[in-house]
């Protein structure tokens, strides 16, 4: 390392040598100990962090609890692999997350390493459970980088030349009223988008060969696009009336980011399946599929699972963050810091044509640019200017939507109301700049 090499820019050196360009890197942010809702780079640099983790960190960075349980568990034993010999962390996480997420009625979970898996054998189940092979899915998804998770995934910028991807895959629109509601009312949109689904019965794929449809109800990589009510409504109904099970991503919307342990507590909707992971370990992998105990029943013997599913380790860490999000109430901070967020963002709209929308739920928040709010002229160059302005003044953020002109908030939510305002000056201040310019 020389003067004028800083040891941030040495370890992104050595990373372009040693690691592949496959390897997303949003900034050129590091890091050497986090606490909280803090970062401390190489450099001794105090970042405000409003990425979390890509939404894992919900209670905050290294909570005392969490790290407890990790050092006890690490002591006593690391692998065994839960499918040669039983151990309480793993079933005892099991009971705690259907304790918490019922799915109207007798509920069970497996766990798995990560969301793409949990993804992965969610779909597994339920071409088991129906014996049927055709998966729905839409627009603007992201559900993982794996081959079936892949292809459910829409945008195309994130699987180039990966192909052929899984068969009977089919896609359809998003419920995406800023962008497609074209001056009509909310309802008025729903119900043109139910028609939809009555149409691809015509045009797309028999309902009789779907086993599943697969949906966010707030999609994470694609922009944080909040499904209207009335649609999840419809589509539960669609799914009963052709015996399809409805599957709800809630990797990235889960455990207190909404305001509730699950985005679907806001929807008065009840999946069938769900898919979990991000903040239930803390950054620990770790990740589950849950379900009704009937269709969960459904999977044959050694069709599902893995070496490595339920790590001890992991099933600690995530036991002790739920105890954690409980003592603190989790969903009372993702609730205030939602509203802090958008009450900043609504100010930032006010000013600023460049910001076409405002949504989110809970504290799962963003704003959208376009030019001059045209929903269907994205403005990636400015969204791009302000993560870059704000990673210069140590504020840690990252974009979404398959424009990448989304700006998205993911702070942990145990983030102080100083500091979280701080992070927020920072983001107006720098677009007051980006658009004087």
Known sequence: MTEQTTRSQELIARRKAAVPNGVGMFNYATAAKASGATITDEDGRELIDFAGGIGVVNAGHCPPPVVKAIQEQAAKFLHVSFNVASYEPYIALCEKLNALLPHGGPTKTML?????????????????????????????????????????????????????????????????????????????FVQAELHRLEELSHNTVDPKQLACVIIELVQGEGGFNVAPKAYVEGLRKWCDAHGILLIFDEVQAGFGRTGAWSAYAHFGVIPDLSTWAKSL?????????????????KAAPSSIGGTYIGNPVSCAAALATLNYMEEIDINAKGRHVGEV?????????????????????????????????????????????????????????????????????????????????????????????????
């Open 112 to 188: 798995v390493n990560t969301g793409a898996e949990a993804v992965e054998n969610a779909i597994k189940i339920a071409r088991q459970a129906t014996k049927r092979s055709g998966v729905l899915c839409f627009t603007d998804a992201f559900h993982g980088r794996t081959m079936m998770a892949m292809t459910l995934t829409s945008k195309v910028g994130y699987k180039p030349d990966c192909g052929p991807f899984a068969p009977e895959v089919y896609r359809t629109q998003y419920p995406n009223f800023f962008r497609y509601g074209a001056g009509r009312s909310e309802a008025e």
């Open 281 to 297: 370990g803390s950054g620990m992998p770790i990740g589950c599929v849950m379900g009704k105990a009937e269709i969960m029943d």
């Open 341 to 437: 967020i958008r009450k900043r963002f609504e100010k930032m709209k006010a000013k600023h044509h460049c910001i076409g929308d405002v949504r989110g739920l809970g504290a799962m928040m963003a704003m959208e640019f376009n030019v001059q709010r045209d929903p269907l002229r994205p403005d990636a160059d400015t969204c791009t200017k302000l993560m870059n302005a704000c990673a210069k003044r140590d504020l840690v953020v990252i974009t979404a939507g398959t424009d990448k002109n989304v700006i998205r908030v993911l702070s942990p939510l145990v983030i102080s109301d100083e500091l979280l305002n701080k992070g927020l000056d920072i983001m107006e201040e720098e677009l007051d700049k980006i658009v004087a310019q």
